[in-house]
Every structure is written in C-alpha cells, then in structure tokens.
C-alpha cells in the first residue's frame, strides 16, 4: 500500500535538504510518537551516509517495536535553472514489515521547498495496520518539520 504526504516549508530546498541528512532530524520530526535507537552501528553518525543502519524503535518512548533496517540511498539529485530536487531512499525492512521503501522527495517552490514523504508498505496480513499507523506518523513528522523551521532550525 502505498502513503504520499506533502507539506510546503519556507526554507531553502538546499537546507531542506542539508537538514535530511543528519540523523539528528529523523529523531527529532519522529519525536515524541517514534524513539529510534542505534543498534548497528551501536551509535548514531551525525549524518546519514549510503548503507545500512539496523535501529530500535519504541513508541512513545517506552512500548518496544522491535528493530527495523534503515537502507539509505540517494536516488537522485539536479540543481539546474528548471529547480532543484533530491530524492533519497530508506529501502528498509523489518521482522513484521517486508517492505518499507520510503522516499523522500525535496524540490523548489514558490516561497521555499516541498517535502514529500512517499512510502510503499508490504506487512502482509498487517499492512492495514503498519500503513494507518504510517499515515499517522508522517503527518506527524510533517508538522514537526514545520515546526522546526519556524523554529528557525533549533532543535528543542
């Protein structure tokens, strides 16, 4: 099943995009619903780089949902006179979750940038679930994201 969430943020695509790419982020737009954990490597970098990151994950805080693959790849990227737009890719999976291939797309706007938050979910007889689930936290993440930027990129 598939979730596509968009929202407008009014920053710069290229600081969107430079903000992505640290792990620092994922913790804070996921936080306080999702808590992520470094398992392998056992501690976080500050910046996401091509390869694979096995994360524990935790609900509120504190009700564990086991672990999950986080597979970065940037899948691709131009800064020309039409705009500029990146596409990353967490090809990512877990023990419940066969697929959870999520893409993020930031590109030129009037007044700022789109983020795009697009994910196929296969969970089998669960995908209902993982995908409302789902639906949830981007919204989330989105809102926090927002919040972040008028926050002027404080994180607090």
């Given at each position: 099943m598939l979730i596509e969430r968009s929202c407008l943020l009014p920053c710069?695509?290229?600081?969107c995009f430079a903000e992505v790419q640290t792990t620092q982020l994922l913790r804070y737009v996921a936080n306080p619903l999702i808590g992520f954990f470094a398992i392998d490597p056992p501690t976080f970098p500050d910046r996401w780089s091509e390869g694979k990151y096995k994360v524990g994950l935790r609900m509120?805080?504190?009700?564990?949902?086991g672990?999950?693959?986080?597979?970065?790849?940037?899948?691709?990227?131009?800064d020309d006179e039409t705009g500029f737009r990146v596409q990353l890719r967490d090809?990512?999976?877990?023990?419940?979750?066969?697929?959870?291939?999520?893409?993020?797309?930031?590109?030129?706007?009037?007044l700022g940038?789109?983020?795009?938050?697009k994910?196929?979910?296969?969970?089998?007889i669960f995908t209902p679930l993982v995908w409302a689930?789902?639906?949830?936290?981007f919204g989330h993440r989105q809102r926090r994201w927002q919040r972040l930027v008028r926050q002027d990129f404080e994180y607090r």
């Open positions: 710069s695509p290229q600081r509120l805080g504190c009700i564990p949902l672990s999950q693959v986080i597979d970065i790849s940037q899948a691709e990227f131009s090809n990512g999976h877990s023990a419940l979750v066969a697929r959870w291939d999520h893409r993020i797309t930031i590109e030129s706007a009037p940038c789109r983020y795009t938050d994910v196929d979910i296969r969970a089998g689930f789902a639906w949830v936290l």
